[in-house]
């Protein structure tokens, strides 16, 4: 009933900035919060910020300062927005909705988007 496409990465070099985009679909009454993640090559999936319904913001320590969750309601899209990229900020992010209430007032958990690559150079 819900899918969510992520969009926007791609090769960046060092210092940089990139906007990935997290559009959700399908019949959605409501999105709760949302979550962005990233998987390295080699390394476990990590949490990179979760963006409440309130719109109040959560990052990890690691890209705190650097980037920055937003959403759109209206178009049921989440936003990333990465600045001063580094190189070990390369990884395949996804985005994800712990919960979803559709328009027949049910709740389905956890989507996962495909996930869209970033590369930063040095």
């Known amino acids: 009933q819900v899918q969510l496409v992520e969009s926007g990465g791609g090769l960046v070099q060092a210092g940089e900035s990139l906007r990935l985009s997290c559009a959700a679909s399908?019949?959605?009454?409501?999105?709760?919060?949302m979550a962005w993640y990233r998987q390295a090559p080699g390394k476990q999936r990590e949490l990179v910020g979760v963006?409440?319904?309130?719109?109040?913001?959560n990052y990890a320590g690691s890209v705190k300062g650097r980037f920055t969750i937003s959403r759109d309601n209206a178009k049921n899209t989440t936003y990333l927005q990465m600045n001063n990229v580094k190189p070990e900020d390369t990884a395949v992010y996804y985005c994800?909705?712990?919960?979803?209430?559709?328009?027949?007032?049910?709740?389905?958990?956890?989507?996962w988007g495909q996930g869209t690559q970033v590369t930063v150079s040095s």
């Open positions: 963006i409440n319904s309130d719109g109040t913001t």
């Open positions: 399908g019949t959605i009454f409501s999105l709760g919060n």
């Open positions: 994800n909705a712990p919960s979803v209430q559709t328009t027949d007032r049910k709740i389905y958990y956890n989507y």
